[in-house]
């Protein structure tokens, strides 16, 4: 297992990032639309199909919602889907699709049961099960929008087929998670590969590669979707403890991986595993972003579509948005909001990065929008 030192990657000393905002990009508060009295857990855009950008999707108790952002600042309800289960608390959601390109919403929560909305139908499409305890996050592979993995309490991460309904691999067993899992991610070009983090400090890398024939075999499978051979993955790449306590948060940039825990930092590091020679599998932490009061469980920071920029909340209803490539990281702005103190449990940044969405515990959706700035307008 490889493991850091404190504050200290295998290589040169990590980078550090300043909290004195460059302002390179100002926003101002253009809107909040209160939802409900539930805490809203996560907020998204639709980064799947180039029609529906300025789409997004939020998810509190038992609702999903879909919204289009207004070119005035304002947000419009498209539509709204209640769950059955009256207990249900939607902690997660994803946008995926069908081969025929149809957009869909992948969400889940805390009955540990996956319902795909179909937003050309407004009506459910299809309802997955599986898990044993709730589930903490659903991603998609953008290079495949038709399948999505998801991460559960019940210690595993499971790959899906959205088209034909299968649970094709379980990541769990002998190399896997011993607490749950609370963040999973597709590697954004190596289609074989993905990472998970969760409660037991750990951040695992796994390939699919030897079971691809699987994921291959689920787009034309005919019979039950229970008959389906689901194989186990039992073993990772590598298994890395890069935080001391346990982590929430996990995406690839390229082939370095941003994690955050509970320790006010979101941190950037380049997992070496053995497949690339390394002789155990080793990290290297290369840079960090303080993000001051991140200290509690479950907040999720996003980034634009290129990567270019990250925002994330904290307990204060505070946003820091940095420059993800930078080195070291520069923070572009500090958003806060006399509206906002309560925390912020996701973000979501628009395509290019001009407009952040943040949803939280106040059962809120603030929007804030870039201003244009004096030199330009000049």
């Not at 404190?6 to 909040?32: D, F, H, I, M």
């Not at 994803?94 to 540990?112: E, Q």
């Not at 991460?151 to 959205?162: F, M, T």
């Not at 390229?254 to 002789?279: C, Y």
Request: charged share 20%; hydrophobic share 35%; net charge negative.
């Amino acid at each position: 297992m490889a493991r850091l030192g404190p504050g200290q990657g295998l290589g040169c000393e990590a980078a550090v990032g300043s909290l004195t905002p460059s302002r390179s990009r100002e926003y101002k508060l253009c809107s909040k639309h209160t939802e409900g009295k539930r805490p809203l857990y996560a907020i998204g855009f639709n980064f799947i199909d180039a029609r529906y950008y300025d789409v997004f999707a939020t998810v509190g108790g038992n609702r999903v919602t879909t919204y289009r952002g207004l070119p005035d600042g304002n947000l419009a309800v498209l539509q709204a889907y209640i769950d059955g289960d009256n207990a249900q608390s939607f902690y997660t959601l994803s946008w995926a699709c069908d081969l025929d390109g149809t957009p869909l919403l992948v969400a889940a929560g805390s009955n540990a049961v996956i319902r795909v909305i179909n937003c050309a139908t407004e009506k459910l499409f299809k309802t997955f099960l599986g898990h044993g305890d709730s589930i903490n996050e659903i991603r998609t592979q953008p290079l495949k929008p038709s399948l999505f993995i998801s991460a559960s309490k019940d210690e595993s991460v499971r790959l899906w087929n959205v088209h034909t309904g299968i649970c094709i691999l379980i990541f769990a067993g002998g190399g896997g998670h011993r607490n749950e899992v609370l963040s999973v991610d597709f590697h954004p070009s190596d289609i074989y590969r993905i990472a998970s983090c969760g409660m037991d400090n750990t951040v695992k890398i796994w390939s699919m590669k030897e079971f691809w024939p699987y994921v291959e075999k689920s787009f034309t499978w005919t019979d039950l979707p229970s008959k389906f051979p689901t194989k186990y993955v039992q073993f990772p790449l590598m298994t890395s403890v890069v935080h001391s306590n346990y982590v929430d948060c996990t995406r690839w940039l390229g082939d370095f991986i941003l994690s955050k825990s509970v320790d006010n930092e979101i941190v950037l590091w380049e997992p070496k595993t053995k497949e690339q020679g390394a002789a155990e599998g080793s990290i290297d932490v290369l840079q960090k972003y303080p993000v001051p009061d991140c200290d509690i469980w479950f907040i999720k920071f996003s980034c634009d579509f290129h990567f270019n920029q990250l925002a994330i909340g904290n307990r204060e209803g505070k946003i820091y948005v940095w420059e993800v490539q930078t080195s070291p990281p520069v923070l572009i702005t500090r958003l806060s909001s006399p509206q906002c103190k309560m925390p912020i449990r996701q973000t979501a940044v628009s395509f290019d990065g001009s407009t952040i969405l943040a949803c939280g515990e106040d059962g809120s959706i603030y929007r804030w929008d870039e201003v244009e700035h004096q030199s330009v307008k000049n």
